[in-house]
């Protein structure tokens, strides 16, 4: 890990998870130094799961994070200032199998003690070990309209829990 973060407690963060994820957006980050790739995402949550604590992620199959996220352990969600809301507009409509993400937004890639990608532009980044993945169903849905508004190709999103186990936080920033 690079300096100008610092490790935090995870139950000691206060943002709103609603602003944080749905507002803000994240980055959904897998791979290593060698491959990886980000996608901008605002569906997801966190929480306390078979007594750890939890992010969920939602992934389309059709990204290239999907394949990612799928083929390894981990995976990151990193928040941004403000400022870089460009470079997620465009890791959330460019493909990483198309372009490098991190040279085209100006993202600096910086690497966890687990070897995990996140970013030094980063205020807040969340590494995640994979606990459990599925993929929502048709049959499975109560509102059916939601996959009416939703899913009109068919092409459900695959959900990964990942237990948190770091939460890193950029230095100089104030308690979240």
């Known amino acids: 890990m690079t300096g100008g973060f610092r490790h935090i407690n995870v139950r000691d963060i206060t943002d709103n998870s609603f602003e944080a994820i749905g507002k803000d957006w994240m980055l959904v980050t897998a791979g290593n130094s060698d491959k990886f790739n980000m996608m901008t995402a605002n569906w997801g949550t966190f929480g306390i799961l078979w007594h750890r604590p939890v992010a969920i992620c939602f992934i389309r199959p059709q990204r290239y994070t999907f394949e990612l996220v799928e083929n390894n352990e981990y995976f990151t969600l990193c928040f941004l200032e403000e400022q870089y809301r460009e470079a997620l507009n465009l890791c959330g409509s460019l493909s990483g199998r198309n372009i490098d993400k991190a040279k085209a937004t100006g993202l600096t890639p910086l ?31 109560i509102q059916k309209e939601i996959i009416d508004e939703v899913y009109t190709k068919g092409d459900f999103h695959k959900f990964f829990i990942g237990e948190i186990v770091s939460c890193l936080q950029k230095t100089g920033l104030q308690k979240s």
């Open 111 to 141: 690497e966890t003690t687990h070897g995990n990608i996140y970013f030094e532009e980063c205020k807040l980044v969340f590494e995640c070990h994979k606990l459990y993945s599925d993929k929502l169903e048709a049959e499975h849905f």
